[in-house]
């Protein structure tokens, strides 16, 4: 079966098998939704089937390095994860291209039980459109390709700095600031000094609990460790994780339901393969008792999700995992480490900083322009 299409609105939208849809744009070149650019007439793409999507997994990867996303919550894996461990979710990756090069990526999913069209409701902190910060055009186009859907548009789990926000507050400045709605707050720690200089800055009593800590540790032979994919098989790293997980919590645990242990099986190992996930342990003896998973963001690591065994509480391993986490970032200069979402205590402790995370529920007919382009022949 070939590719088959209409255009409306001036964009395209694909399904089909065809092996060749995501590299012959120019087959599917329709009036484009923003003006033409310096830079070259930008076209769309609407991809609904996963054999698709996975083939697009490396130019979505390699553009994704070009951005301020989240190396991990935006990639290519995550999404594919996701939509493996829900079936009930329809994949609705929307893209830009100029000619031949992949431009953007908005990496949406229709939710059948809500009609709508939203970011994948699974476990990302941060969401965004993929493309050059610097590209409003093609971040502009891709917003307005996914208004002409005609199903309510849910943007979750954004920035204030996201393109996402930054494209409506600008085309529409009092609708973001009437409708932009703050749902929490992230916790960062800024690294614009040593490590040293950075714990001078914290609480006496911090200092105090993490050098008792670390001497324990020690004296007991206790070793805390980055992983990297030669030290743990990636396909290891999902159960590793897992029981940690659900001994430490129990029937709280977030990893407790069916799916959410179907999507660490199936993004861990080749988030962990890719760079894009590290995990940072306390080993006794050649045993992990502790474990951190922190996802790569674009100016440094986040620390997503962890637990720890029963044996290793007398150590608060929390206190000694992220301690480590911070001497690698200062060593690697990075600009931030970001603690996510939520504001617990422990977390505000070493928090120098808090970013907001709010979203947008957009109705259907919403638009970015004054008008809408005249709708196109159909195919």
């Known amino acids: 079966m070939g590719v088959r299409g209409r255009i409306s609105h001036g964009l395209v939208h694909l399904h089909g098998d065809s092996k060749d849809a995501q590299f012959r744009p120019k087959q599917f070149l329709g ?49 594919l994860s996701v939509c493996k461990s829900d079936s009930s979710l329809v994949p609705c990756v929307i893209t830009a291209w100029r000619g031949r090069k992949l431009a953007g990526i908005l990496p949406l999913v229709h939710v059948p039980t809500r009609n709508s069209t939203e970011f994948a409701p699974f476990f990302s902190d941060y969401n965004d459109i993929i493309a050059d910060p610097d590209d409003l055009p093609v971040s502009e186009g891709l917003l307005e390709f996914s208004f002409s859907r005609g199903k309510p548009l849910l943007l979750g789990n954004l920035r204030l700095d996201s393109a996402c926000y930054r494209v409506v507050a600008q085309a529409r400045p009092e609708f973001a ?67 940690i997980s659900l001994e430490r919590f129990k029937e709280k645990s977030a990893f407790q339901e069916p799916g959410a242990q179907a999507f660490v099986r199936a993004a861990f190992p080749d988030l962990f393969r890719q760079g894009r996930l ?94 809408r382009c005249p709708t196109a022949v159909s195919l």
């Open 31 to 79: 009036n484009p939704v923003m003006p033409a650019t310096k830079a070259g007439l930008l076209s769309y793409r609407l991809y609904t089937e996963l054999p698709l999507i996975e083939k697009l997994s490396r130019p979505w990867d390699i553009l994704l390095e070009s951005t301020r996303c989240n190396r991990a919550f935006s990639s290519a894996c995550w999404f």
């Open 278 to 371: 590290k995990p940072f342990v306390l080993m006794a003896g050649e045993r992990i008792v502790a474990i951190n998973i922190c996802m790569v963001g674009a100016n440094g690591l986040c620390f997503w999700n962890g637990g720890f065994l029963r044996e290793a509480a007398g150590y608060s391993p929390g206190k000694l995992l992220l301690a480590e986490q911070l001497r690698q970032s200062f060593a690697l200069a990075m600009k931030d480490h970001d603690m996510l979402r939520g504001e617990h205590s422990y977390k505000a402790r070493w928090a120098t900083g808090a970013r907001s995370i709010g979203g947008f529920a957009f109705a259907p007919g919403f638009t970015l322009l004054s008008e």
């Open 177 to 243: 600031e009437r409708l932009f709605q703050i749902e929490r707050r992230c916790l960062y720690i800024s690294l614009d000094s040593s490590y040293d200089d950075y714990l001078a800055s914290r609480s006496r009593s911090l200092r105090a609990e993490l050098w008792r800590n670390e001497r324990l540790a020690r004296h007991d032979g206790l070793r805390i460790r980055a992983l990297s994919p030669d030290d743990l098989a990636p396909e290891l790293l999902p159960e590793v994780f897992l029981s």
